[in-house]
């Protein structure tokens, strides 16, 4: 993928995107780091998905034995706490996840019990794609949904999912075409 390309003219509020938000050579050091930690299997509602993820600092659950938030993480957490206007302590919860060729996310909304979402893609580029957010009790008269924004997230790039881009729609990433990381930090619900 050549530069940053949306399907659409604008971005869902609250969306942010900031390519080359890293070096090349921070992202070298930043995959060296990762390729040492112990990653899972991820499963939703008893289904494996083809991506692996490492969780640290709090879990989605609560009761889940998490580690800390891993001293390599550290810088990243503050640099991108400062570009999304917040304290580093407020991103609690840091994702990695490992994709290999093939793998997708599913179309979702993050956890409620999280707020703001900062990602940093790595490695190899990849499609977000958005739709509004349709709640379960509502979907089966909701009709076929689609995707209503689309963008293409670059190596070493950045976004930010707040406001309506993070309570109003939900996201998904199609099968990435090569191997890829990402890291994800999320805020507590104030």
């Known amino acids: 993928m050549e530069g940053t390309r949306s399907l659409f003219e604008e971005y869902p509020d609250g969306f942010r995107y900031e390519p080359g938000f890293l070096s090349v ?21 008893g289904v494996a998905a083809r ?12 009761t889940s034995a998490v580690q800390p938030i891993p ?14 206007g917040i304290d580093d302590a407020a991103f609690v919860m840091a994702l990695v996840n490992e994709y290999p060729p093939g793998a997708p996310i599913g179309w979702h909304r993050d956890a409620p019990q999280y707020d703001v979402i900062a990602g940093i893609s ?3 580029p990849c499609r977000m794609m958005f739709r509004p957010y349709v709640s379960p009790g509502a979907r089966a008269t909701a009709g076929r949904r689609s995707a209503t924004h ?16 993070r309570s109003g729609y939900e996201h998904h990433i199609p ?16």
Do not use: C, K, N
């Not at 001293?71 to 999304?84: C, E």
């Not at 689309?150 to 881009?165: E, M, V």
């Open 51 to 62: 991506r692996r993820v490492a969780f640290f600092g709090r879990a989605y659950d609560r």
């Open 150 to 165: 689309a963008i293409d997230l670059d190596p070493r790039s950045a976004y930010l999912l707040a406001g309506a881009a």
């Open 175 to 190: 099968p990435v075409a090569a191997f890829r990381y990402s890291v994800t930090f999320r805020s507590a619900h104030r």
């Open 25 to 45: 050579d921070e992202e070298t050091a930043l995959a060296a780091a990762i390729g040492q930690i112990e990653f899972s299997t991820f499963e939703m509602r």
């Open 122 to 124: 790595l490695i190899s």
């Open 71 to 84: 001293d390599f993480l550290l810088p990243l957490r503050r640099r991108a706490a400062a570009w999304s």
